[in-house]
Nanobody, 125 residues
Framework: DVQLQASGGGLVQAGGSLRLSCAVS????????IGWFRQAPGKEREGVSC????????YYADFVKGRFTISSDNVKGLVYLQMNSLKSEDTAAYYC??????????????????WGQGTLVTVSS
């Protein structure tokens, strides 16, 4: 079974940093991506970033470019989201997800099948 386990959320002041981790296991096919989505209270879910397992290509939503960095450790089955220069508007539940992905989909057209539980990020201003 595919399993994703997100961790690393917490409370941080604006301008601070957090690193989220997603432990992935159970994938039996090679060409997939691991990504992060977030959902703030009363708002729609939005895609944040993803990384391809096959070639390491990455994608970032415009609102996190230059502040967030996604990376993966395929040996350990971990994907990280380093979040710097956090803003109050980054406050949300963050979810990791996985499925087949194509670069031209970005995050907007990607609807992963596999999801982990959320980890809450709260940025105080």
């Amino acid at each position: 079974d595919v399993q994703l386990q997100a961790s690393g959320g917490g409370l941080v002041q604006a301008g601070g940093s957090l690193r989220l981790s997603c432990a992935v296991s159970g994938f039996t096919f090679d060409d997939y991506a691991i990504g992060w989505f977030r959902q703030a209270p009363g708002k729609e879910r939005e895609g944040v970033s993803c990384v391809s397992n096959s070639d390491g290509s990455t994608y970032y939503a415009d609102f996190v470019k230059g502040r967030f960095t996604i990376s993966s450790d395929n040996v350990k089955g971990l994907v990280y989201l380093q979040m710097n220069s956090l803003k109050s508007e980054d406050t949300a539940a963050y979810y990791c997800a996985a499925d087949y992905w194509r670069t031209d989909w970005g995050m907007e057209r990607w609807v992963p099948e596999y999801w982990g539980q959320g980890t809450l990020v709260t940025v105080s201003s």
